[in-house]
C-alpha cells in the first residue's frame, strides 16, 4: 500500500516567493497533519484536518501560512510570502483514526534564501 | 499542557550492548496515549509503537522493548543487542484522549558504533 506521499522533496527559492507543499495521505485516512522540523525547535504541529476540515491550526506561526484539503486525498500548504527563517523541513501525516498512529510522509526540505 | 521529557540528548554504544532511552510525559489527563518514532539518517519518521495508559503491560518486537509505568510516566524503549541500523533519532510522543494533538519530545540520538 501506498504511504503518505509529499512532493515536492526539495524546495529552495528565494525570499518573498510563495511555496506550496503538497500532501496526499493514506487512503481511508480520516485524520491529517502537517508538522514543520527545525533543529532549534524540533518538531511542532501546525495543523491538522478531519474529515477535510481545519480542526486545529494553533500551531500556524501567522498569517503567512495557510493550509488546505479541498477533498480526502490532497492536501496543501502555503507560505506566502516566504522568509527565511521558514526554512525546514516539513512533514505531513495522516491517521486513520484519532489517537491512532501517524504515518509519516518523507517531509519537504524547504530552503528560503 | 503536556509536555514530553527525553533527558537523553545522544546516547553512543558498541554494537551489541543494550540500551535504554527514557521518556517522561506530563499531563493532567488520567488517560492518553503514548508512541516512540525512529527518525534513521534517511530523515523519514517511521512508528514503531503505540500506548494506551491504562495499559501497563510490557511489550516486545523482537530486540525492542517497551515499558510503561504510570506511576512515574515513564515510556522506556530498550533495544537489546543493538546493530549500527539501530543509529537514528528516536522521538517519544504523547497524546490526551480528546483530539489528536501529539505533543513530541526532543529526540535521542542514538549512536550504535561497529
Known amino acids: 500500500d501506498a504511504g503518505v506521499i509529499q512532493s515536492p522533496r526539495h524546495e529552495v527559492t528565494e525570499m518573498g516567493q510563495e511555496v506550496t507543499l503538497r500532501c496526499k495521505p493514506i487512503?481511508?485516512?480520516?485524520?491529517l497533519f502537517w508538522y514543520r522540523q527545525t533543529m532549534m525547535r524540533g518538531l511542532e504541529l501546525l495543523i491538522y484536518?478531519?474529515?477535510?476540515?481545519?480542526?486545529?491550526d494553533s500551531g500556524m506561526p501567522e498569517d503567512r501560512f495557510s493550509a488546505k484539503m479541498p477533498n480526502a486525498s490532497f492536501s496543501t500548504l502555503k507560505i506566502q510570502p516566504s522568509e527565511p527563517r521558514d526554512s525546514a523541513v516539513y512533514f505531513c501525516?495522516?491517521?486513520?483514526?484519532?489517537?491512532?498512529?501517524?504515518?509519516f510522509g518523507d517531509g519537504t526540505r524547504l530552503s528560503i534564501l | 499542557a503536556q509536555k514530553v521529557t527525553q533527558a537523553q540528548t545522544e546516547i553512543s554504544v558498541v554494537e551489541k550492548e543494550d540500551v535504554t532511552l527514557d521518556c517522561v510525559y506530563e499531563?493532567?489527563?488520567?488517560?492518553?496515549?503514548l508512541f516512540w518514532y525512529k527518525q534513521p539518517p534517511s530523515g523519514e519518521l517511521v512508528f514503531l509503537i503505540r500506548?494506551?495508559?491504562?495499559?501497563?503491560q510490557n511489550e516486545i518486537s523482537g530486540r525492542y522493548s517497551w515499558n510503561f509505568q504510570k506511576s512515574t510516566s515513564s515510556f522506556n524503549f530498550t533495544i537489546t543487542a543493538s546493530q549500527v541500523v539501530d543509529s537514528a533519532v528516536y522521538f517519544c510522543?504523547?497524546?490526551?484522549?480528546?483530539?489528536?494533538?501529539?505533543?513530541f519530545g526532543e529526540g535521542t540520538q542514538l549512536t550504535v558504533n561497529p
Open positions: 501525516a495522516s491517521s486513520f483514526w484519532e489517537n491512532q498512529p501517524q504515518h
Open positions: 487512503s481511508g485516512h480520516d485524520y
Open positions: 484536518f478531519n474529515n477535510n476540515v481545519p480542526i486545529d
Open positions: 499531563t493532567r489527563d488520567t488517560t492518553y496515549y
Open positions: 500506548r494506551n495508559s491504562f495499559d501497563e
Open positions: 510522543a504523547g497524546g490526551e484522549t480528546s483530539g489528536s494533538r501529539l505533543t
